[in-house]
Nanobody, 115 residues
């Protein structure tokens, strides 16, 4: 069993930065592929970024060059560094850890970008 807790969200102006953290409890976190998703107002849940077990990242096009995903397996933590934030980045950000057929979700952290 893995529990995921996100933190680091908040209110920021356009162009600002935030760093989100996804901390996992449980064993073998390094074996999980971890993804960040977001759900904005009146929008469905959308993929933001992914990091493989070996640390290879992948991003949705709209965040490439602005967001960076990384992991510290010693701390059971995945980070999402978000720079040059835009109004459209406003959403609840959730992390997801997947190993085979097993997937765990956190409860999310709110990111609000204002002009």
């Amino acid at each position: 069993q893995v529990q995921l807790v996100e933190s680091g969200g908040g209110l920021v102006q356009t162009g600002g930065s935030l760093r989100l953290s996804c901390v996992a409890s449980g064993r073998d976190f390094s074996a999980y592929v971890v993804r960040w998703f977001r759900q904005g107002p009146e929008k469905g849940r959308e993929f933001v970024a992914r990091i493989s077990t070996s640390g290879n990242p992948d991003y949705r096009d709209s965040v490439k060059g602005r967001f960076t995903i990384s992991r510290d397996n010693a701390k059971n933590t995945v980070y999402l560094q978000m720079n040059d934030l835009k109004l459209e980045d406003t959403a609840v950000y959730l992390c997801n850890a997947n190993l085979g057929a097993t997937t765990y979700w956190g409860q999310g952290t709110q990111v609000t970008v204002s002009s």
